[in-house]
């Protein structure tokens, strides 16, 4: 079963615009990390937010985590075409060893 | 970087055929996963292996089996292929069992069961 949901499930936006993408999660975890995914091609990670972090940065990119409401947040600000991907969020449990369980993913889509 | 060699991009078989997906890694992790993906199911977890000759199910091992014989190889094996097989199979490898790592992914094998 998927212990991450994304929402929403596709996005579609201009350049320049901001996008943001949502997970839930149903148990406590130890961390959240999240892929991008270019069509037909492999997940590459992101970033990773422990479960004592609250918000984190990279780039153009912005995590929150709320453990209180299970759910997590990804900002991808003044977006490119080159943006264009799958993105998913994936949980490592507090009671499931280091196993990642992954959401379903937002396809995002970025128009020039 | 870490590079994670999935063997083939594409694979198109026979339901009944054994048909085996390689996945080499050159960064001496030894965590190795396999999984498959499917639209509206995400990623779904077949097996995984801690290190050389170790193994362990997943939450879909059913019709699959998996062979690591060497630290950088991680095998998946159908033992007789079904039509219901047909996916696209990701690979990836990890750093010791330390849970703040992630996963480095392989490009994918999309297999077609005919």
């Known amino acids: 079963s998927q212990q991450g949901e994304e929402d929403p499930q596709a996005l579609s936006i201009q350049e320049g615009e901001n996008a943001t993408m949502n997970c839930s999660y149903k148990?406590?975890?130890?961390?959240l990390q999240w892929y991008r995914q270019n069509s037909g091609r492999g997940l590459v990670h992101l970033i990773l937010i422990r479960s004592n972090e609250r918000e984190k940065h990279s780039g153009r990119l912005r995590v929150t985590l709320d453990t209180s409401k299970k759910s997590s947040s990804l900002l991808i600000t003044a977006s490119r075409a080159a943006d264009t991907a799958s993105y998913f969020c994936a949980t490592v449990p507090n009671n499931a060893g280091n196993m990642l369980t992954f959401g379903g993913g937002t396809r995002l889509m970025v128009k020039p | 970087d870490v590079k994670v060699t999935q063997s083939s991009r594409y694979l198109v078989k026979r339901t009944g055929e054994k048909v085996f997906l390689e996945c080499v890694q050159d960064?001496?992790?030894?965590?190795m996963f396999w999984y498959r993906q499917d639209p509206g199911l995400g990623l779904r977890l077949i097996y995984f292996?801690?290190?050389?000759?170790?193994?362990e199910k997943g939450d879909i091992p059913e019709g699959y089996s998996v062979s690591r014989e060497k630290k950088e190889r991680f095998s998946l094996i159908l033992e007789s292929a079904s039509t219901n097989q047909t996916s696209m199979y990701l690979c990836?490898?990890?750093?010791?069992?330390?849970?703040?790592?992630?996963?480095?992914f392989g490009d994918g094998t999309r297999l077609s069961i005919l």
């Open positions: 960064m001496d992790h030894e965590n």
């Open positions: 292996s801690y290190d050389v000759k170790m193994k």
């Open positions: 148990t406590s975890i130890n961390n």
């Open positions: 990836a490898s990890k750093r010791v069992l330390i849970r703040n790592q992630p996963q480095h």
